[in-house]
């Protein structure tokens, strides 16, 4: 088969930028789409970090006015990728994190920070470094949503375009105001174009100008196409229906692998699972909770919002007390949930025990030490939480929606006597359903074998990305131009 030169155009790539799945994802595919030849360059913004980790940058183009100054396209390796990073001090080098600064407040000029990023993207679509030229661009979620708008307004020859979409409530809505400062024409100021409910809709016009959309799992993407969860956009979205697509993630399964995780207190893989005890125990000493091997213990590795459901969870914590359960808790997010779930943590000292921050280590230690991971999610695009779980003999506890409900098979009797089931799903999404989980999980838990076999399903999962790359190959040489 012969190889597709392809440039995935990102906000944050792991494992040099990281705000959520979305970093994951954009650092895993070119590892997984290179066995499908696909030769996958990725160009992000050159973050300190970033800038930081690119080894033997070379200049392979300028440019003279980037929305306020000069800047650089630089090209090296950095983090096991081939990467274009955009040097413009003047949008990138900044305290604080790729989208907010250190007040938590999102910066004022983000729609020109990542109308940069796209811009950027389209110009080496259409030939800016010399010697290379990508057959298809691949743009992520908002921030990179204004490529195919500079791919369609250019009026030159260019490659295939693609968008994937992570998270649909996430649309980068801009002011009127900053469209004459983009460098689109004015009749891209239209509903055909960039413009939405009177601004500037940077995923509008991805999802309207793209030749392909897709998103992260096949529920989700049918999910987004009704008016409850389309957020505005599931008009157009059905209108593109036949060129949209739902790619169930995957997770970089050398990253995340219980035989060789330096992270963990004990390898262990299917066939060596009582050595998985181990970590349960490092986890609770870690933590602070009582050293208790057959307790139930449910982990959370979150960010704390809405979304996420945590909310439901702070109604259900009599269910650790009347089952003699513990939960430990990882993330940071939302004020009002991280003082509920301290004051949880401080009136059951020993059962429950929270960390408001995202440590990489901890999480790890989490998925290998919990038995149980729950994912309480209002709406969930793909989530990532639930295959590390697998991957980790973690049995995950989710609502049955978008990703959640194509990733786990739900522990019911037919699906235990069959052998499949991977985890535990509830419907609908309130605080009763999830209490009914957590009973259904304490019950489950205490049936050994039973509990035995769901986690070695589990393990078993394919949940790498072998599969998922197939799919996105497909679609490239869809779009790519003969």
């Known amino acids: 088969m012969k190889p597709i030169a392809a440039l995935s155009v990102t906000p944050e790539v792991y494992p040099l930028i990281k705000t959520g799945g979305l970093a994951d994802v954009a650092g895993a595919l070119p590892g997984a789409l290179a066995a499908e030849h696909v030769e996958l360059r990725t160009l992000c913004p050159g973050y300190r970090p970033v800038l930081a980790a690119l080894d033997e940058a070379e200049t392979v183009a ?211 699972i009582v050595a998985r005890a181990e970590n349960k125990k490092a986890l609770q000493a870690r933590m602070g909770l009582a050293h208790a091997p057959d307790r139930l213990l449910i982990g959370v590795v979150s960010r704390l919002s809405w979304q996420k459901g945590l909310d439901l969870l702070l109604a259900c914590l009599n269910f650790f007390d009347e089952h003699n359960a513990q939960l430990v808790l990882l993330g940071t997010g939302d004020p009002a949930l991280e003082a509920a779930f301290q004051d949880a943590a401080r009136q059951h000292p020993g059962r429950i025990a929270v960390h408001f921050a995202y440590e990489e280590p901890l999480a790890h230690l989490i998925q290998a030490g919990s038995d149980a991971i729950l994912v309480p999610s209002r709406f969930e695009p793909c989530g990532l939480t639930q295959l590390c779980a697998m991957r980790y003999g973690a049995v995950p506890v989710v609502a049955r929606v978008g990703g959640l409900a194509d990733s786990v098979i739900d522990a019911n009797e037919m699906a235990i006597h069959a052998n499949c089931a991977t985890g535990l799903q509830f419907s609908p999404v309130t605080s009763e359903a999830l209490a009914g989980a957590l009973r259904r999980c304490a019950a489950l838990h205490a049936r050994k074998p039973v509990w035995k076999k769901v986690q070695l399903n589990g393990l078993k999962t394919n949940v790498g990305w072998s599969i998922p790359a197939k799919h996105y190959a497909a679609l490239y040489r869809e779009v790519a131009p003969a």
């Open 62 to 272: 300028r440019v003279d006015d980037l929305f306020g100054g000069p800047a650089r396209v630089l090209a090296g390796k950095a983090g096991g990728l081939d990467l274009f990073a955009i040097d413009a001090p003047h949008l990138y080098d900044r305290d604080g994190g790729p989208y907010a600064g250190p007040d938590g407040r999102d910066f004022a000029d983000n729609a020109f920070r990542f109308a940069a990023l796209s811009k950027v993207g389209a110009e080496i679509g259409l030939g800016l470094i010399e010697g290379w030229r990508p057959r298809v661009v691949h743009a992520h979620d908002w921030q990179a949503g204004l490529t195919a708008a500079y791919f369609h307004y250019s009026g030159r020859p260019r490659p295939g375009s693609l968008i994937t979409v992570h998270n649909l409530a996430f649309q980068g809505q801009f002011p009127v105001a900053v469209f004459p400062a983009l460098g689109l024409p004015p009749r891209a100021f239209s509903i055909e174009g960039v413009e939405y409910y009177g601004g500037v809709g940077f995923l509008k016009a991805g999802l309207q100008l793209a030749d392909r959309v897709t998103t992260v799992s096949p529920t989700y993407a049918e999910e987004i196409q009704q008016g409850h969860s389309g957020m505005g956009l599931d008009g157009l979205l059905r209108m593109r229906g036949s060129q949209l697509a739902g790619v169930l993630n995957g997770i970089d399964t050398t990253v995340w692998n219980p035989e060789t995780d330096p992270m963990i207190a004990a390898p262990f893989s299917a066939k060596t």
